[in-house]
């Protein structure tokens, strides 16, 4: 599993509040990635990390923010959660340079009520 | 921009049986191309990865992929099906960015169901 660690597992809150998952790696890695999986739609990337403070968007940013501070940890932050967002949250890292070898967290389920 | 289909959503297999798994992608070079698997209520596994060179690449678990230029495809294929082989199969294609990491396109995945 790479030492990837997602939090919460599961949670589900209401419309409107602020919600953060975080993803914590225990091996140093440069890249990581933020997706959300919702059926027929595959992953699509929210944010992702190319270093300590250098984040940039993906597909479907809207909505969302990310913060990395150091390099085991990159949060995603829902800074007012709609229920479109109800879906489940992956984290990733990139072992290896270029090639892209992904390994991902065990995911998060969010339930936007 | 660069897109992943994969054509079936759900595909019904018996144990035993073969399995291809269908794969399209559109992107103006020669694609990093990738195959991922998760089982139910986990994250994703890479079976096999195709960077350039044997069109034909293995991969765990014995699959294999070829990759067909002409066709624009990265079709994933088992002889020989398990029930343990039941799981969502994601395609997925990377698209290099300059300094700054290395994200991959999903596929909206294919269903695979193992009938006894």
């Known amino acids: 599993d790479a030492g990837i660690t997602q939090s919460p597992r599961h949670k589900v809150t209401e419309t409107g509040t602020p919600v953060t998952l975080r993803c914590h790696q225990t091996e140093n890695h440069r890249y990581m990635y933020w997706y959300r999986q919702d059926p027929g739609h595959g992953l699509r990337l929210i944010h992702y990390?190319?270093?300590?403070?250098?984040?940039d968007k993906g597909e479907v940013s809207d909505g969302y923010s990310v913060s990395r501070s150091k390099t085991e940890d990159f949060l995603l932050t829902l800074e007012s959660a709609t229920s479109s967002q109800t879906s489940v949250y992956f984290c990733?890292?990139?072992?290896?340079?270029?090639?892209?070898?992904?390994?991902f967290g065990s995911g998060t389920q969010l339930s936007v009520l | 921009a660069q897109s992943v289909t994969q054509p079936d959503i759900h595909i019904t297999v018996s144990e035993g049986a073969s399995l291809e798994l269908r794969c399209n992608y559109s992107y103006g070079a020669t694609p990093y191309l990738f195959w991922y698997v998760q089982s139910p209520g986990q994250g994703l596994q890479l079976l096999l990865k195709y960077f350039s060179g044997d069109t034909l690449v293995q991969g765990i678990k014995g699959f294999e992929a070829e990759f067909k230029r002409s066709q624009s495809s990265f079709n994933l294929r088992k002889p020989s099906v398990h029930w343990s082989d039941a799981a969502e199969y994601f395609c997925?294609?990377?698209?290099?960015?300059?300094?700054?990491?290395?994200?991959?396109?999903f596929g909206g995945g294919t269903r695979v169901l193992v009938k006894p």
């Open positions: 990733a890292i990139s072992v290896g340079g270029a090639g892209e070898k992904l390994f």
């Open positions: 997925a294609v990377v698209l290099l960015l300059k300094a700054a990491g290395n994200k991959l396109t």
């Open positions: 990390s190319y270093g300590v403070k250098d984040t």
